[in-house]
């Protein structure tokens, strides 16, 4: 069974940083895209990065572009999103997500991380 | 970027019966290359994550009933549901992968009368 969770929300304060991880079991992790999405409070969902499977590439929302950065770790199935720079727009849920072979779709999703900012 | 709307943006339906949910792009999805549709939908359902219902416009992701399907083109496209059950409340959004950076539309809250 395809697992996904994410962990490394929490509270910060703006301008802070996090490493949001997403540990993914139940498929060959390095076959695979990976995405985040994002959902603020009583919001809709924001699409935040892809990266594809071997890592050599990554893509971006402009409203993160220069303050996050996707990463991978294909040796220990491992996603990871560093956040710096954060403000009050970046506080929301954070969904990693396994995308669908060729397609690109987000088939499977994690339960999420909160990542609240507050002085 | 792509602009994505939906319309309705809530929808309240009767159990059993239909319901249509339109999502517009400001570019076409169409990739003319491949002739696939880069547009998908998604359901979230109250206090959980997001879940795939189709994607590249037709197709059914693994486990989603028949009563879903999504159509259209260029555009414009619809998901419609044959006849809605209490299950299907949450809500939906379309999502534009022709272009970076990816787009979701607002979201068609949906639920029961």
């Known amino acids: 069974e395809v697992q996904l969770l994410e962990s490394g929300g929490g509270l910060v304060q703006p301008g802070g940083s996090l490493r949001l991880s997403c540990a993914a079991s139940g498929f060959t992790f390095g076959n695979f895209a990976m995405t985040w999405v994002r959902q603020a409070p009583g919001k809709g969902l924001e699409w935040v990065s892809l990266?594809?499977?071997?890592?050599?590439?990554?893509y971006y929302a402009d409203s993160v572009k220069g303050r996050f950065t996707v990463s991978r770790d294909n040796s220990k199935n491992t996603l990871f999103l560093q956040v710096n720079g954060l403000t009050d727009e970046d506080a929301a849920v954070y969904y990693c997500?396994?995308?669908?072979?060729?397609?690109?779709?987000?088939?499977?999703w994690g339960p999420g991380t909160l990542v609240a900012v507050s002085s | 970027e792509i602009v994505m709307t939906q319309t309705p943006l809530s929808l309240s339906v009767t159990p059993g019966e239909p319901a249509s949910i339109s999502c517009r792009s400001s570019?076409?999805?169409?990739?003319?290359?491949?002739?696939?549709?880069?547009l998908d939908w998604y359901l979230q359902k109250p206090g959980l994550s997001p879940q795939l219902l189709i994607y590249s416009l037709s197709h059914r992701a693994s486990g989603v009933p028949d009563r879903f399907s999504g159509s259209g083109s260029g555009t414009d496209f619809t998901l419609k549901i044959s006849r809605v059950e209490a299950e299907d409340v949450g809500v939906y959004y379309c999502?534009?992968?022709?272009?970076?950076?990816?787009?979701f539309g607002p979201g068609t809250r949906v639920d029961i009368k």
């Open positions: 999502m534009q992968r022709i272009d970076f950076p990816w787009t």
């Open positions: 990266i594809v499977g071997s890592g050599s590439s990554s």
């Open positions: 570019q076409s999805l169409l990739d003319t290359d491949d002739g696939d549709t880069f």
């Open positions: 997500a396994k995308t669908r072979p060729e397609t690109l779709a987000f088939e499977v």
